[in-house]
Each structure stands twice: as C-alpha cells, then as structure tokens.
C-alpha cells in the first residue's frame, strides 16, 4: 500500500522523548515547552509562540484571545478541515461561509467585501493544501474594516507567501501537528502572534488562567482553558522542527515530479503554483474533469484497487446539517472543486518510483 500522508519519524525523536522520561518532566511544564515554542517562533519569523494540546485549541484559543464570541460573525471558507469552522461555534459566534479560487482551492478575496456586515469581526483564511491564500488582499480589507485576521497555516507550514510564512501575516496564526502533518507531534498545535500582549494572553487562558503565588498556591483571575501541550510532545516538536526544512523541500521536489508526470493527461488539472508563493505541498492535489473519462470517486477506487490511498477534497461544510443554515455566498467553485478535487500519496517517504506508478494507474484508466 502506498499510503497518502504518513509522518516521518527519523531525527531526534528518541533522544528528546527519552531525556524527558529520564528526569520525570513529561507533563505541560518543562523545557521542551519552552524549546518548542521558541523555536517555532524563530522559525517562522513571529515574535511570539504558544503551543496548544492539538489545531483545533488553537483555532479557539485565538479567536477567545481576540474577544471573538456571541453575536460575532467570521468569514471563513466552505472548502476547508471542519476545524476552523467548529471552533467559531465553540466560541459562540457564528461562520459566514466564503467560496474559493478554482485554480488555488483557497479563500476568493475578491467575494469577502460583500460579505461583511456590522456583525463581522474577524476573516479566518484556510491556506489549504499547501497553497498560500492572497493575504496582501486579506489585510487590506481587514484594515478597512477594522477586522481582526486569524490563519490557519496547518496545511502550510513551512509555506511561504511575498517571502513571509503562512501565518505570520494575520494578527494570528495557527497550526496542527496531527500525525499526517508536515511535522507531527502526535496531537499538538501552535498559536503564533507579532502581539505581544496577544501572546501573553492566549498563554493566560490556555493554562487555566493560572498565577502562582509566593507560597505556591494557586490563583485564577477568570474562567481558563486547559489546552497545554506535554512536555513529552513538544520533545518530539524540537525534533521534527529541525527536519522541517528537508521536509518541505522533499514535498516540492515530488510535486515538481507529479506535475511534470500529470500535465498532459486530457482531463486532470494541475495546480499551478504562483509567482509570488512558495507552498508546502502538504498534499498534492488535482481535479479530475469529466474529459478524464472516470469520475473522481471512481479514480479513488481503481487507486485503491491498486494499493494506492488518495482521498476527495472536503466536503462543503456549508451543507453539512449543522451549518446547513448559515449565511454565505455563491458558492459554485467550492461545489465544483469539492466533486473533482483529489489528494495524492503526499509523504515525505514518497520515492519517484512510488510517484511514476500511481501516474502509470491514473493513465491506465484515461
């Protein structure tokens, strides 16, 4: 079986984990929290990190750090992880369903103006499969509005957009380190700002709003959340941040292989990456037209017949019985791409020889 996105574990893994269950420091206090959040922060070019128990507390930490809550709308796309959009239901506020590009699967800012209304208080854009969102458009509108910005860079970590990392241009970023991330410590996940009293409170809500006292004792100012990342974890994160590069380079040498191999193939449309990004590729993704001559489904199951695993786009949350009654817009290509969109095996272990066989499969079927 060639999977579609398996972690790989090959650095400092081991001595890391090791040293923190050698000194007993494995729970959310100890110097891998520290390490981690440091270092992810320089990595990224942000002032300041605040590692989280997985993406999702991360998503709602940030929203509950910028005072997001009942009666607030956010702009969010359709075509995303169910992730984000649950979040702004965690926090009480309501999401305001966005369509995407055709050719980048990515938040459309030229429909987010007509959206907005004086419910609006913040844009949530989903940098989804590696591709960067147009954020110079983002902000702009932002600042016209007064709205607060959050990324969720998971699908881009290691991304880049005018030069500057997915997730760093917002007022917050957020990331996920689930087991078939770019990097993964298992469940984890990371809020970043340039604010350094943002920083400072997300820190304060996300430890249960504790103060220790002189005498050791406890005290908490308002209601807290326990979304600490382990110590143990974020041992793991340290490690898999130092491959991080190796990582995305891999990723982008194999979707240079994939293109090449795919784009005369009447029917399947490649992404076709812009000038002014740099994407992770987290998953390689294509859209089978009706020219391919088998449905998409029907491709997912010769590949699996094949021991090959892919998986559809998501699907549009905005059908999705729960969200079935929110508000949006016209949402043609999130309905279209959501059809015809397709992942790719996308690991990092991923050989060219595993790459020419699932193409030699995806041709065979043409």
């Known amino acids: 079986m060639i999977p579609l996105c398996i972690p790989q574990i090959e650095g400092n893994e081991w001595k890391y984990i090791k040293e923190c269950l050698d000194t007993n420091w494995v729970s959310s206090v100890g110097a891998y929290v520290d390490k981690f959040e440091k270092d992810f922060a320089d990595y990224v070019g942000a002032k300041e990190a605040v590692v989280t128990m997985n993406g999702t507390a ?50 459309d800012t030229n429909k987010i103006e007509e959206l907005i209304t004086p419910k609006t208080k ?18 702009e509108i932002a600042n016209k509005y007064n709205l607060y910005v959050i990324e969720d860079a998971t699908e881009n970590l290691g991304g880049l957009y005018k030069g500057k990392h997915a997730g760093t241009i917002g007022h917050i970023g957020c990331y996920s380190f689930n087991g078939n991330k770019i990097i993964t410590t298992g469940s984890g996940g990371m809020l970043v700002t340039n604010n350094d009293s943002v920083a400072k409170r997300a820190k304060h809500l996300s430890t249960q709003t504790k103060t220790v006292l002189d005498n050791g004792g406890f005290y908490h100012d308002e209601i807290g959340y326990n979304f600490r990342m382990p110590n143990i974890l974020a041992a793991m994160g340290c490690a898999q941040l130092e491959k991080l590069d190796e990582y995305v380079s891999i990723k982008r040498k194999n979707a240079n292989i994939y293109n ?15 000038e002014c990004e740099k994407g992770s590729y987290w998953l390689y993704s294509v859209l089978i037209e009706e020219e391919y001559g088998l449905s998409r489904d029907e491709l997912i199951l010769r590949l699996m017949e094949n021991k090959i695993q892919s998986r559809p786009f998501f699907m549009p949350i905005h059908e999705m019985p729960m969200y079935k009654k929110c508000r949006h817009g016209n949402m043609d290509n999130t309905i279209e791409l959501c059809s015809k969109g397709i992942n790719l095996p996308s690991s990092v272990s991923l050989e060219k020889d595993d790459i020419i066989k699932i193409v030699d499969i995806i041709k065979r079927y043409r």
């Open 58 to 107: 991360a998503l709602e930490l940030g929203l509950r750090t910028l005072g997001i809550g009942e009666g607030d709308e956010v702009i969010v796309p359709s075509l995303t992880f169910i992730s984000p959009v649950n979040a702004i239901k965690y926090v009480g506020a309501e999401p305001v369903f966005i369509d995407v590009c055709r050719n980048s699967y990515v938040l």
């Open 122 to 139: 913040a844009i949530l854009p989903v940098h989804l499969y590696g591709n960067s969102v147009e954020m110079d458009k983002v902000m």
């Open 260 to 274: 090449a191999e795919l784009k005369d193939i009447k029917g399947v449309t490649i992404h076709k990456e812009k």
